[in-house]
């Protein structure tokens, strides 16, 4: 694994969008369940603060946002918690859990 290190959003995006992959937010206010979305290998997985979530200039350069379902009336889940979620179900998808 390597670990890339961006100077900006725009930076980061430009480099994404050259090698194809999806960027997919995780949101409260995502379009569709996780469980319902179809991952690919490419996807990058992305994940605002707990506290506001990210900006409305990242907001609208996502190819697609996914929420975890939750009863109404109770809070949402801890980032680490939802993250570790939406990436088991996108590896799990795709294949990469068995290691292929």
Do not use: C, K, W
């Not at 179809?38 to 996807?43: G, L, M, W």
């Not at 603060?49 to 009863?71: L, N, Q, T």
């Not at 918690?81 to 996108?90: D, F, K, Q, S």
Request: proline share 2%; no cysteine.
């Amino acid at each position: 694994m390597e670990i890339e290190q961006h100077q900006s959003f725009a930076a980061f995006d430009a480099t994404r969008q050259g090698r194809g992959s999806r960027l997919v937010l995780l949101t409260t206010r995502g379009a569709q369940a996780y469980t319902d979305f179809a991952f690919a290998e490419a996807d990058t997985l992305l994940l605002g603060r707990e506290s506001a979530g990210v900006p409305d200039v990242v907001r609208a350069a996502v190819d697609a946002s996914v929420r975890i379902p939750i009863r109404e009336g109770l809070r949402s889940l801890n980032v680490a918690v939802a993250a570790a979620m939406v990436l088991g179900e996108a590896l799990r998808q795709t294949g990469l859990l068995e290691g292929r």
